[in-house]
């Protein structure tokens, strides 16, 4: 026999120890997005909700989502700051809720790792729980896996499910939209989570690094593509309960019109107009550095419209007013005329 290390589950790149000390340092910030329904599984292997409180609906219909951050998470991690991808996680899965009416009711996520580093887990999964507090959601289990060999020790990835609940008539959705009917934009914090690989793309051709500081930004580079998802699950369920929304649509890949085509019924268009709005600049500074089409640009990026919602015209300025007072900018973006079911923006 000959001396040779003892094998172990450590030895192989997997710390246990380090991932139930990311567990302590996350608790408390997790227990912040707790709703009443959320009962304590003692065993700790799943989360429960309290499904009783569905019982106030006629026919409650549960909505689920699920969705990553793409490539983002490729900035985060070479800028070293985890406590922002957690909102744009948030907002990729609950806001895909919030297009149907549905209220958001819990959500569960998960991280890879190359290495659990239990400060920087802790990090994307507090952002991850402030995030579903400011959706209304709780944030009810999650998995951190660590895979050595198959990601480098920086390297992580992440993506979360969440579940929502809404009555069964008074979905939204492409039947209830009429000609006639008026587009309002909500704006947008940033590029959000979408076309991340095109802007990475950019910064490897050409002189744009994510420590220049533009002209026409107010900070670095890096510091603005790092900006949070704005969340807007809460602001459109304050919408829809105050009455006259058609629809949402969710500005996230494809861009604003091909998300809002997937709102409309086959009898309609909606014609959207540039002039309504200037493009925030960190897009222009993209498009120009990198040589950008503007049809590509159109099909990659929200543009700074997050969130469309089509409604009544008689409630348009109705809906403007309690955007603002909720602290989201928005305005007047087209109209819905009679079609075939494309949107376009003229």
């Given at each position: ?8 589950y450590e030895a192989a790149g997997v710390d246990i120890a380090a991932g139930e000390r990311a567990v302590e340092l996350m608790k408390s910030r997790v227990a912040r997005s707790r709703r009443p329904e959320v009962v304590d599984d003692v065993s ?62 819990f959500m569960t996520d998960y991280i890879a790792c190359g290495k659990v580093v239990p400060e920087r887990v802790a990090d994307i999964v507090g952002g991850i729980a402030d995030a579903c507090a400011l959706a209304g959601c709780a944030l009810v ?206």
């Amino acid at each position: 026999m000959t001396d040779r290390p003892t094998t172990s589950y450590e030895a192989a790149g997997v710390d246990i120890a380090a991932g139930e000390r990311a567990v302590e340092l996350m608790k408390s910030r997790v227990a912040r997005s707790r709703r009443p329904e959320v009962v304590d599984d003692v065993s700790g292997f799943a989360g429960l909700f309290d499904a009783s409180a569905l019982l106030r609906y006629t026919r409650p219909l549960l909505a689920t989502s699920t969705d990553g951050v793409g490539t983002k998470v490729d900035l985060a991690r070479r800028l070293g700051v985890y406590d922002t991808i957690g909102h744009d996680l948030v907002g990729m899965v609950i806001d895909d809720l919030a297009v149907c009416g549905a209220e958001p009711l819990f959500m569960t996520d998960y991280i890879a790792c190359g290495k659990v580093v239990p400060e920087r887990v802790a990090d994307i999964v507090g952002g991850i729980a402030d995030a579903c507090a400011l959706a209304g959601c709780a944030l009810v289990g999650g998995e951190t896996a660590e895979h050595p060999g198959l990601l480098e020790a920086d390297e992580f990835d992440v993506a979360g499910a969440g579940t929502g609940v809404v009555e069964a008539d008074r979905i939204l959705g492409p039947e209830r939209v009429r000609a006639g009917d008026v587009v309002l934009a909500m704006a947008s914090s940033g590029i959000h989570s979408n076309g991340y690989s095109l802007v990475r793309h950019i910064l490897a051709t050409t002189d744009l690094t994510l420590e220049t500081r533009p002209a026409e930004l107010d900070r670095p580079l890096g510091q603005e593509l790092l900006t949070p998802t704005r969340i807007y699950a809460k602001d459109c369920l304050a919408l829809a309960e105050a009455g006259g929304v058609r629809a949402f649509a969710h500005i996230t890949g494809g861009g604003l019109a091909a998300n809002l085509a997937r709102s409309l019924p086959p009898r309609v268009d909606a014609v959207l107009d540039r002039s309504s709005w200037e493009v925030p600049a960190v897009f222009r500074l993209l498009q120009a550095h990198g040589d950008v089409p503007q049809a590509e640009m159109d099909k990659t990026f929200n543009l700074g419209v997050g969130m469309a919602a089509i409604v009544a015209p008689d409630r348009a300025d109705e809906a403007l007013r309690l955007l603002a007072s909720r602290g989201v900018p928005s305005w007047p973006l087209g109209e819905i005329t009679e079609g075939t079911g494309d949107a376009t923006l003229r």
